[in-house]
């Protein structure tokens, strides 16, 4: 790298899979900055101590991907966001040389359904929400800060819907996987935020039939990028996000920080990426 230059990481176990450094390497070259994105391969037992070493390895903070989320919050000062859905995907060093944590998954959410579908909660009525990881946590605490009060979680284990209503609040109600169709009829956005649909996983089986011509269905899968649920929406004609959206602009708060300009999601950058999806 040149003299000035800054650079992040994207830090997992495995991470040869993601496509985060083509995003960031792309808004660089861009954006005329001198800097540079790789890949750490971190196993869990090594992060916390390479974490606190991103300074001494040259790097202004990093993104975090599976299974270092939960690691992140703990190793870090997390802002309210990544403390309330319990996991950190953003790192970055301040000022003061503090690492601090936040959780862009929320805004990359929003932000992919404001650009794909605008007004999507314009009089929604009730969102219902698959799953119940940390995916899943910050899709509820996004549609929780946009003002949606009657929110739906439905997923395999009761327990783990149940532990997410305790921690984002009493309102929000649950309901057994086998009730996931019933819970259709009068939705206005159908969230997928389990792995369910992903390459070489099982269909999550949705009645689309059931939901109403208005709802707005967004999958937080991206491999395949038509996953079998927006298949079925994009067959009735119902307005959809896809995964690759929401990647695109969780990354752009990340970048922000580390390089000190807001890049753009722009048509040519989802372009490239679709093609090394090989869409």
Known sequence: ?????RAACVIGWPIGHSR????????LKACRLPGEYRREAVPPEQFPDFVQSLAALGYAGANVTVPHKEA???????????????????????????LRSTNTDVEG????????APDWNRDLNKAVVLGAGGAARAVVYGLLQRGVGNI??????????????????AGIRTLPWEERNAALTDAGLLVNATTLGMQGQPDPEIEVERLPAH????????VPLQTPLL?????????????LG???HQAVRGFSLWFGQRPEVTAELRAMVEADLGT
């Open 246 to 248: 929401m990647l695109l």
């Open 72 to 98: 992140a919050l703990a190793c870090s000062q997390p802002d309210d966001r990544a403390r309330a859905v319990g996991a950190a995907n953003t790192l970055w060093l301040d000022g003061g040389g503090a």
């Open 152 to 169: 739906v979680v439905v997923n395999r284990s009761r327990e783990r819907a149940d532990a997410l209503r305790e921690r984002l609040g």
């Open 109 to 116: 959410f929003l932000d992919n359904l404001d650009a794909s």
């Open 20 to 27: 985060s450094p083509l995003i960031h390497n792309y808004w």
């Open 231 to 243: 298949r079925a929406a994009m067959g009735r004609r119902l307005r959809t996000a896809d995964g």
């Open 1 to 5: 790298m040149t003299t000035g230059a």
């Open 215 to 222: 709802t707005v269905v967004t999958d937080l899968v991206y």
